[in-house]
């Protein structure tokens, strides 16, 4: 069974620097596709950025940007310039290229400083 | 605004009690999804209907059910309530959910309290 982990439960960061949240998952799968959600405190789940494992490349999205690595199973979430309308909760999920259903970490806190 | 409504927004009740949460989907979506969120459990699956038919099935309890009707909006049942149901309920939809990346696209959830 596939599983996605977040180890971090909590992160907090300086406005203006930068921040890695971490995510790692499990699966036996070759084709698959990871996303990060942000879920702000009015809990509307909103995608930030996604990720096909077919493609090599890193997924950027002005100012987050993914570390996707396939043979270590890691899959971080870089945010640049943080804002403090980034601070909310963020979850790293899974999806398996045959089915809709989305596999989700336990989430990391964001919290950013002024 | 991503184009899923869920009603109610808000659900108190007590235990024993049966719910019902409805969605509707963005405009032509044909998949509807249903997760839960809560503390202990955190984000989990439930259930996936395409198009009037179940296609996946999560982590749901049996005293819970679901359908998507011809029209495409889609019903979450909750019976025997416990309080451990207490958690914020999402529906998602996306255009076909089969195969290959298709977003989903969240509502804004419908917080259930179980007194």
């Known amino acids: 069974a596939q599983t996605v982990t977040q180890s971090q439960p909590e992160m907090s960061v300086q406005e203006a620097e930068t921040v890695t949240l971490s995510c790692t998952y499990d699966t036996s799968e070759s084709d698959y596709y990871l996303f990060w959600y942000k879920q702000p405190p009015s809990r509307q789940m909103i995608l930030v950025i996604r990720?096909?494992?077919?493609?090599?490349q890193n997924a950027t999205e002005n100012r987050f940007s993914v570390n996707f690595q396939k043979a270590a199973k890691s899959f971080s979430l870089k945010i640049s310039d943080s804002q403090l309308g980034d601070a909310a909760m963020y979850f790293c999920?899974?999806?398996?290229?045959?089915?809709?259903?989305?596999?989700f970490g336990q989430g990391t806190e964001l919290s950013v400083k002024p | 605004d991503s184009g899923v409504t869920q009603t109610p927004k808000h659900l108190i009740t007590a235990t024993g009690q049966r719910v019902t949460l409805r969605c509707s989907p963005r405009s032509g979506d044909l998949s509807v999804y249903w997760y839960q969120q809560s503390l202990d459990q955190g984000l989990q699956f439930l259930i996936q209907?395409?198009?009037?038919?179940?296609?996946a099935k999560g982590n749901i309890l049996e005293r819970f059910s679901a359908q998507q009707f011809p029209d495409l909006h889609s019903e979450l049942n909750l019976s025997s309530l416990e309080l451990g149901d207490s958690a914020l309920y999402f529906c998602?939809?996306?255009?076909?959910?089969?195969?290959?990346?298709?977003?989903?696209?969240f509502g804004p959830g419908t917080r259930l309290t179980v007194l």
């Open positions: 209907y395409y198009n009037g038919e179940e296609r």
């Open positions: 999920a899974y999806l398996y290229n045959q089915g809709g259903k989305l596999i």
């Open positions: 990720q096909e494992a077919y493609k090599q």
């Open positions: 998602a939809s996306s255009v076909e959910g089969l195969a290959g990346v298709d977003e989903q696209f």
